[in-house]
Protein backbone atom coordinates (compact mmCIF):
# COMPACT_ATOMS: atom_id res chain seq x y z
CA UNK A 1 0.00 0.00 0.00
CA UNK A 2 1.37 3.18 -0.91
CA UNK A 3 1.13 6.20 1.42
CA UNK A 4 0.82 9.83 -0.12
CA UNK A 5 2.70 12.45 0.82
CA UNK A 6 2.27 15.74 1.14
CA UNK A 7 5.26 18.16 0.25
CA UNK A 8 6.64 20.33 2.70
CA UNK A 9 8.68 22.68 0.40
CA UNK A 10 9.01 22.35 -3.75
CA UNK A 11 12.33 20.04 -3.23
CA UNK A 12 9.73 17.39 -2.12
CA UNK A 13 7.21 17.61 -4.70
CA UNK A 14 9.27 15.26 -7.13
CA UNK A 15 12.41 13.14 -6.16
CA UNK A 16 14.72 12.54 -8.33
CA UNK A 17 14.16 9.37 -8.81
CA UNK A 18 10.62 10.13 -9.71
CA UNK A 19 12.48 12.50 -12.00
CA UNK A 20 14.28 9.67 -13.79
CA UNK A 21 17.08 11.28 -12.53
CA UNK A 22 20.55 8.84 -10.87
CA UNK A 23 20.77 9.38 -7.12
CA UNK A 24 23.25 11.75 -5.89
CA UNK A 25 22.46 14.35 -8.34
CA UNK A 26 20.34 16.05 -5.59
CA UNK A 27 23.16 18.48 -4.39
CA UNK A 28 24.74 19.68 -7.70
CA UNK A 29 21.30 19.85 -9.60
CA UNK A 30 20.28 22.13 -6.78
CA UNK A 31 23.23 23.93 -6.48
CA UNK A 32 22.98 24.70 -10.50
CA UNK A 33 19.76 25.69 -10.60
CA UNK A 34 20.66 27.91 -7.56
CA UNK A 35 23.53 29.40 -9.32
CA UNK A 36 20.68 30.14 -12.68
CA UNK A 37 18.20 31.90 -10.36
CA UNK A 38 21.47 34.47 -8.60
CA UNK A 39 22.47 35.15 -12.04
CA UNK A 40 18.83 35.31 -13.20
CA UNK A 41 18.23 38.07 -10.32
CA UNK A 42 21.56 39.37 -11.30
CA UNK A 43 20.44 40.12 -14.74
CA UNK A 44 16.68 41.69 -13.77
CA UNK A 45 19.00 43.67 -10.79
CA UNK A 46 20.78 45.03 -13.29
CA UNK A 47 18.21 46.31 -15.27
CA UNK A 48 16.06 47.96 -12.94
CA UNK A 49 19.06 49.91 -11.73
CA UNK A 50 19.34 51.17 -15.39
CA UNK A 51 15.55 52.44 -15.04
CA UNK A 52 15.78 53.31 -11.34
CA UNK A 53 19.40 53.96 -10.32
CA UNK A 54 18.06 54.44 -6.64
CA UNK A 55 16.18 51.53 -6.38
CA UNK A 56 17.82 49.88 -2.45
CA UNK A 57 15.88 46.82 -2.54
CA UNK A 58 17.37 46.47 -6.24
CA UNK A 59 21.16 47.02 -5.23
CA UNK A 60 20.45 44.77 -2.47
CA UNK A 61 19.15 42.00 -3.91
CA UNK A 62 21.72 42.45 -6.47
CA UNK A 63 24.15 42.23 -3.74
CA UNK A 64 22.91 39.28 -2.13
CA UNK A 65 23.15 37.11 -5.29
CA UNK A 66 26.41 38.35 -5.80
CA UNK A 67 27.69 37.33 -2.94
CA UNK A 68 25.87 33.83 -3.17
CA UNK A 69 27.88 33.61 -6.28
CA UNK A 70 31.39 34.42 -4.56
CA UNK A 71 31.64 37.22 -6.59
CA UNK A 72 33.27 39.63 -3.94
CA UNK A 73 34.75 42.17 -5.69
CA UNK A 74 31.85 42.84 -7.69
CA UNK A 75 29.64 43.09 -4.81
CA UNK A 76 31.86 44.84 -2.31
CA UNK A 77 31.49 47.66 -5.83
CA UNK A 78 27.58 47.27 -5.15
CA UNK A 79 27.81 47.78 -1.11
CA UNK A 80 30.07 50.48 -1.62
CA UNK A 81 26.92 52.27 -3.39
CA UNK A 82 24.69 51.18 -0.59
CA UNK A 83 26.45 52.98 1.93
CA UNK A 84 26.21 56.15 -0.34
CA UNK A 85 22.45 55.50 -0.59
CA UNK A 86 21.65 54.38 2.76
CA UNK A 87 24.85 56.42 5.07
CA UNK A 88 23.55 55.78 8.24
CA UNK A 89 22.23 52.52 8.03
CA UNK A 90 24.58 50.17 10.07
CA UNK A 91 23.86 46.68 7.82
CA UNK A 92 24.89 48.52 4.89
CA UNK A 93 27.86 49.42 6.26
CA UNK A 94 28.11 45.18 8.19
CA UNK A 95 27.88 44.00 4.48
CA UNK A 96 30.62 46.40 2.88
CA UNK A 97 32.58 45.30 5.82
CA UNK A 98 31.98 41.13 5.22
CA UNK A 99 32.65 42.25 1.09
CA UNK A 100 35.77 43.74 1.86
CA UNK A 101 37.04 41.39 4.27
CA UNK A 102 36.23 39.01 1.62
CA UNK A 103 38.42 40.52 -1.10
CA UNK A 104 41.33 40.77 1.21
CA UNK A 105 40.83 44.68 2.30
CA UNK A 106 41.09 44.59 6.23
CA UNK A 107 41.99 48.01 6.65
CA UNK A 108 38.52 48.94 4.77
CA UNK A 109 36.83 45.65 6.22
CA UNK A 110 37.43 47.11 9.67
CA UNK A 111 36.84 50.62 9.37
CA UNK A 112 33.21 49.67 7.23
CA UNK A 113 32.92 47.51 10.32
CA UNK A 114 33.47 50.31 12.94
CA UNK A 115 31.21 52.40 11.11
CA UNK A 116 28.23 49.76 11.28
CA UNK A 117 28.59 49.29 15.34
CA UNK A 118 29.41 53.52 15.80
CA UNK A 119 25.64 53.52 14.04
CA UNK A 120 24.39 50.86 16.10
CA UNK A 121 25.24 47.22 15.42
CA UNK A 122 26.11 45.69 18.57
CA UNK A 123 25.64 41.85 18.15
CA UNK A 124 29.11 40.57 18.92
CA UNK A 125 28.20 36.86 19.04
CA UNK A 126 27.24 37.58 15.24
CA UNK A 127 30.47 39.60 14.26
CA UNK A 128 32.45 36.29 16.01
CA UNK A 129 30.30 33.70 13.99
CA UNK A 130 30.33 35.31 10.46
CA UNK A 131 32.48 33.45 8.28
CA UNK A 132 32.88 36.53 5.89
CA UNK A 133 34.88 38.07 8.45
CA UNK A 134 36.96 35.23 9.76
CA UNK A 135 39.94 36.88 8.25
CA UNK A 136 39.75 39.99 11.09
CA UNK A 137 39.87 37.73 13.91
CA UNK A 138 43.59 38.29 14.41
CA UNK A 139 43.17 42.07 14.13
CA UNK A 140 43.41 44.01 17.17
CA UNK A 141 41.05 46.41 15.88
CA UNK A 142 38.25 43.29 15.24
CA UNK A 143 38.82 41.85 18.92
CA UNK A 144 38.74 45.47 20.55
CA UNK A 145 35.34 46.05 18.71
CA UNK A 146 34.01 42.59 20.12
CA UNK A 147 35.44 43.05 23.37
CA UNK A 148 34.04 46.84 23.83
CA UNK A 149 30.73 45.06 22.80
CA UNK A 150 30.87 42.66 25.34
CA UNK A 151 31.65 44.85 28.09
CA UNK A 152 29.10 47.62 26.99
CA UNK A 153 31.91 50.03 26.78
CA UNK A 154 31.64 51.09 23.41
CA UNK A 155 30.78 54.55 22.38
CA UNK A 156 30.23 55.75 18.78
Known sequence: ????????????????????????????????????????????MRQELKRR?????????LSQSLSALGRHAEGCEVNERLVELLPEHPVAH??????????????????SLQRAVDLGFHDADFLEQDPD???????????????????GTHRA
Open 133 to 151: LVTLHDAPPFQWIVRSLRE
Open 53 to 61: PKNRGAWTT
Open 1 to 44: MSRSRTPQNLNDLLTPQELGLPTGLELPLQARLGELGHQFLIDL
Open 94 to 111: YNLACTRALIGDEAGALA
